[in-house]
């Protein structure tokens, strides 16, 4: 989970200002976290606390106001209603890694993923974004090889991952839609050595980068098991001690690893 957190910090300052370069700082002073860093946390306590995902979302959305939330979701994030509100979104997929982190058959991934992403995002592609995503981190945390993997995502969401980073970058732009970010972010993952690289990848295509590459994150830890040590401490540093907590708690939980 702490790759995806890295990914939405790192991406942060990208997001308005985009690069289509792998060579950038990867922590400057004025990285933070976002929404995608809350609700990734958010999925997290749900699980560990048995709590409907709908009601962690809202719960801690209006704890951290401000953090760049979505139009549609920022007014669900206010009202009274839990109903969901039919989005395509790529919030659904930028908060669910968790659940590909905690559980443990393919089969109850899927469904956990569709859980969580149809409290707000429930339109067929939000549900898509998110179990493609989730289902990507199970099958790199279960040993799963980077062709393995391609061919399962292909296969049962009918992505294009053919194509690669350097043929999508020139002419990627902003897209805050499942369907035309969460291939992309795979593919990210896929052509990557190691997480930082995965991260710089995402980063380099532009539009919704710290989105782009909290998806890639997630999936790169899962798959390469380690953070380095300059990640885990310049993104522990960027969070209020409750998030820290909870990642640290999902971390003894669910046998995760930095």
Known sequence: MLGSIAGDIIGSVYEWDN??????PLFRDDCFFTDD?????ATAWAILADEPYARAYKDFGRRYPGKGYGGNFQQWLISDSLEPYNSW???SAMRVSPVGFAFDSADKVLEEAKKSAETTHNHPEGIKG???????????RTGNDKAAIKKEITSQFDYDLSRTIKQIRPDYTFEVSCQKSVPEAIIAFLESNDVEHAIRLAVSLGGDSDTLACITGGIAQAYYKKLSETIVVETMKKLPKEFTDIIEQFKKQYNGYF
């Open 19 to 24: 690069i289509k370069t792998t060579e950038f």
């Open 37 to 41: 860093t809350v609700l990734t946390v």
């Open 89 to 91: 979104g790529n919030g």
């Open 130 to 140: 998110a179990q493609a995503t989730a289902l990507a981190v199970f099958l790199a």
